[in-house]
């Protein structure tokens, strides 16, 4: 730490320093640990909350790594200027309201975390294979989770919002704070920890996520679940959409992991029935729309190109995770979360059977693969489906053109992609992975002109007009979950 870290002494002064904007009143500090994409989010959405007279409740900061990739993010959200490609034009009217109130700045200075009447944890915590088991590296979060006992003052709260093993906060979280605290011959006794698992869904709804739906909290004491449940008042709409307070920070931690890994294993499920349908003739997704009007069957999921994100391709591992590791409980291998996630990571070779049995071979061929982000309307990579598909497409001869509406830097792939919609003259193949909008709303006939390459719609993209449109041109067409 250099000296200028070491001599952070208020917002304002943060606030105010070169290249950030002006502070205009003082108000409780919350610092939001990590500015991804639930991080940057969560920081908007509590800069954004405001007290009966209107005026902002909090004073936020924004706190990354001093890594390039953490700095640059910094430099952009102090410079005004979104940190990340989103569709959704509520997070980025709320942002610049921030930027005018001058209540959110950024920072990969640790020594902020002083200031903080709560802090919010928002890494991320990767989950690896070891010899065939899933493992999570507590090292990088115990750091982090060090760094805000090495700073911040006794009595202020820490809300862990990252999705943990189940038991994390109780055997880890605290532990590692007490332990930072007594190095400084602070009071053991005065950490507050709270646990309060975000349900944002990056997309068109992304700001509406977190601040117009249900939360659930805990605290590992009823003063830290009282104080975690007065902040959360303040940033969420409690009035149309309740907080539930559960009994330990392990129920809350396993609430999460389980509500993810719920979707998870209700997917890898349809699986299996969209292979049947397109063997038999049947239209899966019509199947689907007739069985959703039960209310006791309502989410039940769709055939699709594959799971990607970086949370269901992780999520359902935790349960085994924890179990294993905090609790010593190593005989509990939650096999159907298991093979969830294994069945849903395999699901995009499925498409490239498809397409290989109507090109006769990958080899030599030009497939264009239209959406590359794990689903529709973000700009998110990690673990997409499309990455699967490409490596193995690639590896088997193909040449594939890739495009998304949302990515210019595929950083998976090293790959820089086009802006504009490739044109389809040349290509064998072309993949429908992602239904972004673009996609949807694509006038085929006037697109494709002249070409006629096979077409594979992967993830209910095209609508019934479209296809209508492809089989009038004489395209070929097959489908996930859709029988001809
Ligand atoms: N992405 C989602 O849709 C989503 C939804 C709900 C919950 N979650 C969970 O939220 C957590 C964060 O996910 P994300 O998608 O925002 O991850 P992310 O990788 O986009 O962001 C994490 C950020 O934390 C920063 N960071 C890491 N260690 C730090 C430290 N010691 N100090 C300060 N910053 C640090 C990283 O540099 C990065 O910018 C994960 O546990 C994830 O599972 C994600």
Not at 8 to 37: D, H, N, T
Not at 124 to 130: A, T
Not at 246 to 258: H, R, Y
């Amino acid at each position: 730490m250099n000296d200028r870290q070491s001599e952070i002494g208020s917002y304002e002064q943060l606030a105010e320093a070169p290249g950030r904007r002006k502070a205009r009143a003082p108000r409780p500090v919350v610092c939001i640990q990590g500015l991804g994409f639930v991080g940057f989010a969560m920081a908007v959405a509590v800069a954004d909350a405001r007290e009966p007279d209107g005026s902002p409740s909090f004073n936020v900061i924004g706190i990354d790594l001093p890594t390039a990739e953490g700095k640059e993010k910094v430099r952009t959200i102090n410079e005004g200027r979104m940190p990340l490609v989103s569709a959704d034009r509520d997070l980025e009217a709320a942002f610049l309201r921030t930027v005018q109130t001058g209540n959110l700045v950024a920072s990969t200075d640790p020594a902020a975390y002083r200031l903080a009447a709560v802090s919010v944890v928002d890494i991320h915590l990767d989950v690896e294979q070891e010899d065939g088991a899933p493992k999570v590296r507590l090292d990088g979060f115990r750091a982090a989770i060090r760094t805000l006992g090495e700073h911040m003052q006794p009595g202020s709260l820490v809300i862990v919002e990252t999705t943990v093993p189940p038991g994390c906060c109780e055997k880890v979280v605290a532990p590692t704070l007490v332990e930072a605290l007594e190095r400084r011959d602070l009071p053991a006794e005065s950490i507050l920890v709270a646990h309060s698992y975000e349900r944002v869904m990056p997309g068109r709804e992304y700001f509406r996520s977190i601040v117009n739906f249900p939360r659930v909290y805990s605290g590992l004491t009823g003063e830290a679940a009282d104080r975690c449940e007065a902040f959360l008042r303040k940033v969420i709409n409690v009035a149309d959409h309740p907080l539930t307070r559960l009994q330990s920070t392990t129920a809350s931690e396993i609430g999460k992991v389980l509500e993810n890994s719920y979707r998870a294993v209700n997917i890898a499920f349809i699986e299996e029935w969209g292979r049947f349908a397109e063997a038999v003739g049947v239209d899966l997704f019509e199947v689907l729309e007739a069985i959703r009007v039960r209310p006791t069957h309502n989410n039940i999921r769709q055939p699709g190109f594959g799971v990607g994100g970086y949370c269901l391709t992780k999520d359902p591992l935790l349960g085994q995770i924890g179990a294993r590791d905090l609790f010593a409980l190593p005989d509990l291998g939650f096999p159907f979360s298991a093979r969830a996630v294994k069945l849903n990571s395999a699901m995009p070779l499925v498409s490239l059977d498809k397409i290989r049995g109507r090109l006769q071979t990958l080899a030599g061929k030009t497939i264009l693969l239209l959406g590359v982000s794990y689903r529709q309307d973000v700009s998110d990579t990690r673990y997409s489906p499309s990455e699967t598909f490409v490596r193995h497409a690639e590896r088997e001869g193909a040449r594939v053109i890739c495009h998304d509406p949302l990515v210019c830097e595929w950083t998976e792939l090293d790959r820089r992609l086009p802006s504009e919609l490739p044109s389809p003259e040349g290509c064998d193949g072309i993949v429908f992975a992602v239904p972004h909008r673009q996609y949807c709303d694509l006038d085929l006939a006037r697109w494709l002109g002249k070409a006629r390459p096979v077409v594979l719609d992967a993830n209910n993209v095209l609508s019934r007009s479209q296809r209508e449109t492809l089989q009038r041109l004489g395209c070929p067409l097959t489908s996930i979950g859709r029988g001809t």
